[in-house]
Protein backbone atom coordinates (compact mmCIF):
# COMPACT_ATOMS: atom_id res chain seq x y z
CA UNK A 1 0.00 0.00 0.00
CA UNK A 2 1.10 3.41 -0.22
CA UNK A 3 3.21 5.22 2.61
CA UNK A 4 2.81 7.90 4.44
CA UNK A 5 5.27 9.50 6.24
CA UNK A 6 4.49 11.88 9.61
CA UNK A 7 7.13 13.66 11.73
CA UNK A 8 8.17 13.94 14.62
CA UNK A 9 6.40 10.95 15.97
CA UNK A 10 6.37 12.77 19.50
CA UNK A 11 7.11 16.03 20.66
CA UNK A 12 7.29 18.07 24.08
CA UNK A 13 7.02 21.95 23.88
CA UNK A 14 6.36 24.82 26.31
CA UNK A 15 3.62 26.79 26.82
CA UNK A 16 2.93 29.31 24.64
CA UNK A 17 5.99 28.20 21.89
CA UNK A 18 4.56 26.71 18.25
CA UNK A 19 5.16 23.36 16.99
CA UNK A 20 5.22 21.86 13.27
CA UNK A 21 4.44 18.97 12.43
CA UNK A 22 5.30 17.14 8.28
CA UNK A 23 2.98 14.78 6.81
CA UNK A 24 4.60 13.55 3.51
CA UNK A 25 3.19 11.02 0.97
CA UNK A 26 5.95 9.08 -0.22
CA UNK A 27 5.06 7.14 -3.37
CA UNK A 28 2.43 8.97 -4.53
CA UNK A 29 1.06 12.57 -4.82
CA UNK A 30 -1.95 14.03 -3.22
CA UNK A 31 -3.95 16.67 -3.58
CA UNK A 32 -5.62 16.36 -0.26
CA UNK A 33 -4.60 15.53 2.85
CA UNK A 34 -6.47 15.09 6.32
CA UNK A 35 -5.46 16.18 9.59
CA UNK A 36 -7.09 14.47 12.68
CA UNK A 37 -6.64 15.06 16.88
CA UNK A 38 -7.39 11.93 18.49
CA UNK A 39 -7.31 12.32 22.39
CA UNK A 40 -7.13 9.08 24.61
CA UNK A 41 -9.95 6.27 23.99
CA UNK A 42 -11.23 8.60 21.82
CA UNK A 43 -12.01 8.20 18.11
CA UNK A 44 -10.08 10.29 15.76
CA UNK A 45 -11.77 13.73 15.21
CA UNK A 46 -11.44 15.47 11.74
CA UNK A 47 -10.00 18.49 11.81
CA UNK A 48 -8.94 20.12 8.53
CA UNK A 49 -9.00 19.13 4.65
CA UNK A 50 -5.73 20.20 3.23
CA UNK A 51 -5.44 20.81 0.18
CA UNK A 52 -2.33 21.39 -2.41
CA UNK A 53 -1.81 24.77 -3.80
CA UNK A 54 -5.26 26.46 -1.83
CA UNK A 55 -6.57 27.31 1.64
CA UNK A 56 -7.53 24.46 4.23
CA UNK A 57 -10.93 23.69 4.86
CA UNK A 58 -11.89 23.37 8.78
CA UNK A 59 -14.00 21.90 10.75
CA UNK A 60 -16.77 23.68 13.01
CA UNK A 61 -14.76 24.52 16.17
CA UNK A 62 -11.57 23.80 15.14
CA UNK A 63 -9.58 27.28 15.05
CA UNK A 64 -8.09 28.00 11.83
CA UNK A 65 -5.46 31.09 13.07
CA UNK A 66 -4.06 28.25 15.99
CA UNK A 67 -3.87 25.41 13.49
CA UNK A 68 -2.04 26.54 10.44
CA UNK A 69 -2.32 24.59 7.97
CA UNK A 70 0.42 24.56 4.68
CA UNK A 71 0.22 22.44 1.55
CA UNK A 72 2.62 23.49 -1.02
CA UNK A 73 3.36 20.65 -2.64
CA UNK A 74 1.65 17.40 -3.99
CA UNK A 75 3.65 14.99 -0.90
CA UNK A 76 3.67 17.40 1.66
CA UNK A 77 1.72 19.13 4.02
CA UNK A 78 1.80 20.52 7.54
CA UNK A 79 0.41 21.22 10.45
CA UNK A 80 1.64 24.22 12.86
CA UNK A 81 0.18 24.43 16.49
CA UNK A 82 0.55 28.12 17.51
CA UNK A 83 1.00 29.07 21.01
CA UNK A 84 0.58 25.62 22.72
CA UNK A 85 -1.24 25.06 25.66
CA UNK A 86 -1.51 21.64 27.45
CA UNK A 87 -4.90 21.48 26.15
CA UNK A 88 -3.88 20.98 23.28
CA UNK A 89 -1.60 17.99 24.15
CA UNK A 90 -3.58 15.33 21.88
CA UNK A 91 -2.51 12.38 19.16
CA UNK A 92 -2.31 14.21 15.66
CA UNK A 93 -2.53 12.46 12.78
CA UNK A 94 -2.41 12.93 9.30
CA UNK A 95 -3.79 11.25 6.47
CA UNK A 96 -3.47 11.18 2.49
CA UNK A 97 -5.94 9.66 -0.88
CA UNK A 98 -3.98 7.44 -3.11
CA UNK A 99 -6.74 8.76 -5.60
CA UNK A 100 -10.31 10.08 -5.68
CA UNK A 101 -12.38 7.56 -4.35
CA UNK A 102 -10.09 5.34 -2.99
CA UNK A 103 -9.04 4.32 0.59
CA UNK A 104 -6.67 6.84 2.82
CA UNK A 105 -3.68 6.07 4.12
CA UNK A 106 -2.27 7.34 7.82
CA UNK A 107 0.80 8.60 9.08
CA UNK A 108 2.37 7.04 11.91
CA UNK A 109 0.64 10.09 14.44
CA UNK A 110 2.87 12.72 16.41
CA UNK A 111 2.17 12.64 19.65
CA UNK A 112 2.72 16.48 21.29
CA UNK A 113 2.75 17.01 24.62
CA UNK A 114 2.41 20.38 26.00
CA UNK A 115 4.04 21.39 29.43
CA UNK B 1 -27.38 11.02 17.55
CA UNK B 2 -24.14 9.97 15.93
CA UNK B 3 -23.64 9.83 12.38
CA UNK B 4 -21.59 6.52 13.34
CA UNK B 5 -21.85 3.76 15.89
CA UNK B 6 -19.54 1.77 17.27
CA UNK B 7 -19.35 -0.81 20.44
CA UNK B 8 -16.17 0.59 22.30
CA UNK B 9 -15.63 -2.87 23.96
CA UNK B 10 -13.23 -3.79 25.31
CA UNK B 11 -13.74 -7.26 23.60
CA UNK B 12 -11.96 -10.05 25.27
CA UNK B 13 -11.75 -13.48 22.93
CA UNK B 14 -9.87 -16.69 23.61
CA UNK B 15 -6.95 -17.47 21.02
CA UNK B 16 -8.54 -19.04 17.95
CA UNK B 17 -12.07 -17.47 18.27
CA UNK B 18 -14.14 -15.90 15.49
CA UNK B 19 -14.56 -12.45 16.43
CA UNK B 20 -17.34 -10.25 15.20
CA UNK B 21 -16.59 -6.33 14.82
CA UNK B 22 -19.72 -4.21 13.72
CA UNK B 23 -20.92 -0.82 13.62
CA UNK B 24 -24.02 1.07 12.11
CA UNK B 25 -24.63 4.17 10.68
CA UNK B 26 -27.17 6.61 9.92
CA UNK B 27 -27.02 7.88 6.81
CA UNK B 28 -27.75 6.23 3.98
CA UNK B 29 -25.67 8.51 1.16
CA UNK B 30 -22.26 6.61 2.62
CA UNK B 31 -20.99 4.71 -0.20
CA UNK B 32 -17.21 3.72 1.23
CA UNK B 33 -16.59 1.66 3.91
CA UNK B 34 -13.34 0.45 5.92
CA UNK B 35 -11.97 -0.71 8.73
CA UNK B 36 -9.09 0.26 10.33
CA UNK B 37 -6.62 -1.17 12.92
CA UNK B 38 -4.78 0.42 15.24
CA UNK B 39 -1.82 -0.28 17.74
CA UNK B 40 -0.98 1.72 20.47
CA UNK B 41 0.28 5.58 20.07
CA UNK B 42 0.41 4.47 15.99
CA UNK B 43 -1.72 5.75 13.20
CA UNK B 44 -4.49 3.73 12.06
CA UNK B 45 -3.46 1.02 9.37
CA UNK B 46 -6.19 -0.15 6.53
CA UNK B 47 -7.58 -3.52 6.95
CA UNK B 48 -9.97 -3.77 4.52
CA UNK B 49 -12.09 -1.31 1.95
CA UNK B 50 -15.24 -1.80 0.28
CA UNK B 51 -17.39 0.11 -2.03
CA UNK B 52 -21.30 -0.65 -1.42
CA UNK B 53 -23.03 -3.46 -0.44
CA UNK B 54 -21.32 -6.87 -0.58
CA UNK B 55 -18.97 -9.01 1.24
CA UNK B 56 -14.87 -8.94 0.70
CA UNK B 57 -12.58 -11.78 2.14
CA UNK B 58 -9.23 -11.21 2.46
CA UNK B 59 -6.95 -13.65 4.57
CA UNK B 60 -8.48 -14.08 7.97
CA UNK B 61 -10.50 -10.81 7.28
CA UNK B 62 -14.08 -10.64 6.06
CA UNK B 63 -15.46 -7.32 5.53
CA UNK B 64 -19.70 -6.96 5.03
CA UNK B 65 -22.05 -3.98 4.64
CA UNK B 66 -25.60 -3.78 4.68
CA UNK B 67 -26.38 -0.70 3.20
CA UNK B 68 -30.40 -1.27 3.77
CA UNK B 69 -30.01 -2.25 7.55
CA UNK B 70 -26.82 0.91 7.37
CA UNK B 71 -24.67 -2.05 9.36
CA UNK B 72 -21.24 -3.23 8.45
CA UNK B 73 -18.90 -5.76 9.98
CA UNK B 74 -15.53 -7.05 10.24
CA UNK B 75 -15.03 -10.63 11.07
CA UNK B 76 -11.95 -12.44 12.22
CA UNK B 77 -11.45 -16.16 11.65
CA UNK B 78 -8.84 -17.98 14.20
CA UNK B 79 -7.91 -14.96 16.01
CA UNK B 80 -3.88 -14.26 17.40
CA UNK B 81 -2.90 -12.25 20.11
CA UNK B 82 -1.15 -10.25 17.67
CA UNK B 83 -4.94 -9.24 16.45
CA UNK B 84 -5.11 -7.33 19.80
CA UNK B 85 -5.78 -3.33 19.37
CA UNK B 86 -8.72 -0.99 18.49
CA UNK B 87 -10.38 -1.74 15.11
CA UNK B 88 -11.64 1.22 13.69
CA UNK B 89 -15.08 1.47 10.96
CA UNK B 90 -15.33 4.89 9.00
CA UNK B 91 -16.95 5.29 6.24
CA UNK B 92 -17.36 8.50 3.49
CA UNK B 93 -19.99 9.92 0.87
CA UNK B 94 -16.78 9.84 -2.04
CA UNK B 95 -16.13 12.34 -4.02
CA UNK B 96 -12.43 14.54 -4.36
CA UNK B 97 -12.16 15.27 -0.87
CA UNK B 98 -13.56 11.77 0.59
CA UNK B 99 -13.58 13.03 4.16
CA UNK B 100 -13.72 9.72 6.64
CA UNK B 101 -16.22 9.56 9.59
CA UNK B 102 -14.88 7.49 11.80
CA UNK B 103 -16.44 4.92 14.69
CA UNK B 104 -15.39 5.71 18.20
CA UNK B 105 -13.51 2.31 17.44
CA UNK B 106 -13.40 -1.28 19.60
CA UNK B 107 -10.74 -2.76 21.68
CA UNK B 108 -10.22 -6.18 21.30
CA UNK B 109 -7.72 -8.59 23.25
CA UNK B 110 -7.30 -11.84 21.77
CA UNK B 111 -5.98 -14.24 25.42
CA UNK B 112 -2.85 -16.58 24.16
Known amino acids: GAVVSQHPSWVICKSGTSVKIECRSLDFQATTMFWYRQFPKQSLMLMATSNEGSKATYEQGVEKDKFLINHASLTLSTLTVTSAHPEDSSFYICSANHRVNTEAFFGQGTRLTVV | QKEVEQDPGPLSVPEGAIVSLNCTYS??????FMWYRQYSRKGPELLMY????GNKEDGRFTAQVDKSSKYISLFIRDSQPSDSATYLC????????????FGTGTLLAVQP
Open chain 2, 27 to 32: NSAFQY
Open chain 2, 50 to 53: TYSS
Open chain 2, 90 to 101: AMSYGGATNKLI
